[in-house]
């Protein structure tokens, strides 16, 4: 998993929790970078989820909601960092439909060996779109995020459920309904 993923976490967490929970959650982890990140390095996801395990422990919330509250940070440093990129969008279904097909043949270019999850289209309208999640991470809850901020960053507004295909989230359907205004 690449760094930038570890270092906007870890600058999450002190923004919403304080230093000393990062403090915390880095040494009850025992990890084997001992939390020394750099957003370029490569880092195992086994870090993470240990991370992710000891805040939930710290602040009674779900492994996935922390995650969604993640997504949501971590899409104002996909805006700020690869902001080119989304204003080649006009829809956030069409943003969202072009994940695999485009976004992450982008951001190879830049980390060729990131590890990131597969995403088709299973359907897709002007008002609908429905796709499928793979990924042994299990991050769903991020990708929700994710969608979500896309379609407030578009000034508009979706329903969007998920379904676990698989019961340990690896394989998810999100489907997309563009909410009229």
């Known amino acids: 998993?690449?760094?930038?993923?570890?270092?906007?976490?870890?600058?999450?967490?002190?923004?919403?929790?304080?230093?000393?929970?990062?403090?915390e959650i880095i040494q009850k982890s025992e990890l084997p970078s001992k939390g020394i990140y750099t957003s370029i390095g490569t880092y195992d996801f086994?870090?993470?989820?240990?991370?992710?395990?000891?805040?939930?422990?710290?602040t009674s919330l779900s492994i996935d909601d922390l995650l969604y509250t993640y997504a949501e940070?971590?899409?104002?440093?996909l805006v700020n960092t690869y902001?080119?990129?989304?204003?080649?969008?006009?829809?956030?279904?069409?943003?969202?439909?072009?994940?695999?097909n485009h976004i992450h043949v982008e951001v190879r270019k830049i980390y060729p060996d990131a590890e990131l999850p597969t995403f088709t289209v299973l359907e897709k309208t002007t008002d609908k779109l429905v796709l499928e999640y793979m990924s042994s991470r299990a991050m769903y809850s991020f990708g929700l995020g994710l969608m979500h901020k896309t379609f407030e960053h578009f000034n508009?507004?979706?329903?969007?459920?998920?379904?676990?295909?698989?019961?340990?989230?690896?394989?998810?359907?999100?489907?997309?309904?563009?909410?009229?205004e």
């Open 1 to 23: 998993m690449k760094g930038i993923v570890f270092t906007e976490f870890l600058s999450l967490v002190e923004d919403k929790f304080g230093l000393e929970t990062v403090d």
């Open 46 to 58: 086994s870090e993470m989820l240990s991370l992710l395990v000891h805040l939930s422990e710290k």
């Open 156 to 180: 508009q507004k979706a329903e969007i459920t998920l379904d676990k295909i698989k019961s340990d989230g690896s394989k998810v359907n999100y489907t997309i309904v563009k909410i009229s």
């Open 73 to 77: 940070h971590f899409f104002g440093v």
């Open 83 to 100: 902001g080119e990129l989304l204003s080649r969008y006009k829809d956030p279904i069409e943003m969202l439909a072009s994940i695999e």
